[in-house]
């Protein structure tokens, strides 16, 4: 479980791929601090460490997290965002992570608006997603690339985020130009709702 307030931004410095697996070498500030099976959110998608050096940790993606995901478009060089989990007893920043992107999103538009960013992705949209609660609300919570974030103007497949300076600098967010492809997260309490009245309306 995540709160989608990214600590730091980790660094890939190798990628080997192993049948339909990929395995992740990143290195980042805690890496120190990591132990094998520890989870970590990267752009959003929770990852086992299985592997440590002194410097690296590895970890793997297979075929259904690279089809949801845009970890398969990761190369050597690029910036993750990333998370380690949540201490019970602290506080939520952001909102309920699980690290399970549900799909991916394109930036279609980014507007400098004199001290903070605003960024506008399109994503996919059907009825059976819709009914599957994949979908965003005004107001609405919504995880980008691990990034916990509010929900503005959204249309039923387009939506648009505010990003202050502190986040841009901080996450993989300064890397987003139109035409990136970025990991989506939406709502646990929405697709909830979603689910639970597409079930009751095909059992009335």
């Known amino acids: 479980m995540f709160s989608g307030i990214v600590e730091t931004t980790a660094t890939v410095v190798a990628i080997e791929q192993e049948q339909d697996n990929l395995h992740f070498t990143l290195t980042c500030p805690f890496v120190s601090e990591l132990k094998i099976d520890q989870s970590i959110a990267h752009n959003g998608v929770c990852l086992t460490v299985v592997r440590l050096t002194d410097d690296t940790y590895t970890v793997t993606a297979m075929r259904e997290t690279l089809e949801r995901s845009n970890l398969g478009l990761l190369r050597v060089g690029d910036e993750v965002n990333v ?14 992570v699980q690290g ?6 394109r930036c279609i ?3 400098d608006q004199q001290g903070s960013h605003e960024f506008t992705f399109e994503y996919e949209s059907t009825p059976e997603m819709v009914s599957r609660g994949y979908f965003t609300v005004d107001k609405g919570s919504v995880c980008v690339n691990g990034v916990s974030l509010t929900v503005c103007r959204p249309t039923k497949n387009t939506f648009a ?3 202050i300076p502190y986040t841009f600098d901080n996450t993989n967010f300064h890397a987003i130009n139109v035409g990136t492809v970025v990991n989506l997260e939406f709502d646990i309490l929405g697709k909830y709702i979603a689910q639970y009245q597409a079930r009751m309306t095909e059992l009335a």
């Open 83 to 96: 998370e380690r989990s949540m201490q019970m007893g602290g506080r939520l920043d952001g909102h309920i």
């Open 100 to 105: 399970h992107v549900d799909q991916t999103a």
């Open 109 to 111: 538009r980014v507007e």
């Open 161 to 163: 985020v505010c990003i």
